[in-house]
């Protein structure tokens, strides 16, 4: 069966510094995957999604990057981070037209 | 461009109460419709959808019924307990190019009291 996978957990990080966020999935191929935030009051926002490896798809200009180096593998990332970027980061893939999500990253930028 | 729209809350209510959550869209073709929910600390799960039109969704005593002519998919359950606390999410999915992704509402918390 297929499971989605994220880590860290919980991160608590100083303005300024670096990001990176990883996300795998298990028991597919090619998977479409997805990289939202969920912030306070704001419900969910599609941040990137790819299709393949090394294709990259933005939603919303910002201070984040993504990047998928292999077929089951996503990053978000930033170079330095800013107090807005504080947030419930969600992973997800897809099958027809059904989103599976992993378990979360919750950073705190402080 | 696609949009969902879900009612203001939170939500609290006493257990064995029956819930309505409203949701309604905008979306161009047909969209499949889906609610998800997320427990205290965890990531989104699927709790039930509709892919066509007058379609009913269900699972674990919810229900949702795709209603293209109020362009809505309301979350009913007719005796809330207090293990669906939970933050509800309405999204839709439609084509895009190659491409599908889920549209979001911005979700509401729902408490339930014993």
């Not at chain 1, 790819?50 to 933005?58: A, D, F, Y």
Request: glycine share 10%; charged share 15%.
């Amino acid at each position: 069966s297929q499971t989605i996978h994220q880590w860290p957990a919980t991160l608590v990080q100083p303005v300024g510094s670096p990001l990176s966020l990883e996300c795998t999935v298990e028991g597919t191929s090619n998977p479409n995957l997805y990289w939202y935030r969920q912030a306070a009051g704001r419900g969910l926002q599609l941040l990137f999604y790819s299709v393949g490896i090394g294709q990259i798809s933005s939603e919303v200009p910002q201070n984040l990057s993504a990047s998928r180096p292999q077929d089951r593998q996503f990053i978000l990332s930033s170079k330095k981070l800013l107090l807005s970027d504080s947030g419930f980061y969600l992973c997800a893939w897809r099958l027809g037209g059904e989103l599976f999500f992993g378990e979360g990253s919750r950073l705190t930028v402080l | 461009g696609d949009s969902v729209t879900q009612m203001e809350g939170p939500v609290t209510l006493s257990e064995e109460a029956f819930l309505t959550i409203n949701c309604t869209y905008t979306a161009t073709g047909y969209p499949s419709l889906f609610w998800y929910v997320q427990y205290p600390g965890e990531g989104l799960q699927l709790l039930l959808k509709a892919t066509k039109a007058d379609d009913k969704g269900s699972n674990k005593g919810f229900e949702a019924t795709y209603r293209k002519e109020t362009t809505s998919f309301h979350l009913e359950k007719g005796s809330v307990q207090v293990s669906d606390s939970a933050v509800y999410f309405c999204a839709l999915s439609a084509w895009t190019g190659a491409n599908s992704k889920l549209t979001f509402g911005k979700g509401i918390t729902l408490s339930v009291r014993p």
